[in-house]
T-cell receptor
Framework: RKEVEQDPGPFNVPEGATVAFNCTYS??????FFWYRQDCRKEPKLLMS???SGNEDGRFTAQLNRASQYISLLIRDSKLSDSATYLC????????????FGTGTRLQVFP | SAVISQKPSRDICQRGTSLTIQCQVD?????MFWYRQQPGQSLTLIAT?????????ESGFVIDKFPISRPNLTFSTLTVSNMSPEDSSIYLC???????????FGPGTRLTVT
């Protein structure tokens, strides 16, 4: 089983749609969770950290379910500029500085 | 977040040669990391660059192939030695932000080995 597993997509959605990405992680000892966004031929950029209570930043909502070892990202009112690859990232258990990256979910928003 | 720059942004190199990639941060940071992203893949951690001591390498990566320097808290280099086409990849440095374990990435170095 992969340490961090994501549906690779692509997700093709129209502008204004709501889209949700899911991610599972294998080790229950992981403590820190993130979503990064990576545009084509660019570096990953931190989109948001994911907290146990869930958190929202504008159109983006992240949820964490520790019992199921599951992380989600919801994007509401999709914009063309949201087209990118979204990386689910968790810290390595017992080594909080080191991150494990999922392979990413590609989103394409069309007009 | 820290501002991170990398040099060169891209290079095309011949097999058997070496390339040194520089990473510069605009503020002092404790933790710096080097990653590789092969075409169509996600990021893989190569090593942690430790200031004043040898880098800590991940499984599958060795110092002879990827020597790293970290002379101070704002700068690090990664050398890709004796390159082969399999080393063609994007190499990224990152820094750890404070106590939140969030990492920020440099723009990357796109390396092509012919």
């Amino acid at each position: 089983r992969k340490e961090v597993e994501q549906d690779p997509g692509p997700f093709n959605v129209p502008e204004g749609a709501t889209v949700a990405f899911n991610c599972t992680y294998s080790n229950s000892a992981s403590q820190s969770f993130f979503w990064y966004r990576q545009d084509c031929r660019k570096e990953p950029k931190l989109l948001m950290s994911v907290y146990s209570s869930g958190n929202e930043d504008g159109r983006f909502t992240a949820q964490l379910n520790r019992a199921s070892q599951y992380i989600s990202l919801l994007i509401r009112d999709s914009k063309l500029s949201d087209s990118a690859t979204y990386l689910c990232v968790v810290n390595r258990p017992y080594n909080t500085d080191k991150l494990i990256f999922g392979t990413g979910t590609r989103l394409q928003v069309f007009p | 977040s820290a501002v991170i720059s990398q040099k060169p942004s891209r290079d095309i190199c011949q097999r058997g040669t070496s390339l040194t990639i520089q990473c510069q941060v605009d503020s002092q940071v404790t933790m710096m990391f080097w990653y590789r992203q092969q075409p169509g893949q996600s990021l893989t951690l190569i090593a942690t660059a430790n200031q004043g001591s040898e880098a800590t390498y991940e499984s599958g990566f060795v110092i002879d192939k990827f020597p790293i320097s970290r002379p101070n808290l704002t700068f690090s280099t990664l050398t890709v030695s004796n390159m082969s086409p399999e080393d063609s990849s994007i190499y990224l440095c990152s820094v750890l932000a404070g106590s939140t374990y969030e990492q920020y990435f440099g723009p990357g170095t796109r390396l092509t080995v012919t």
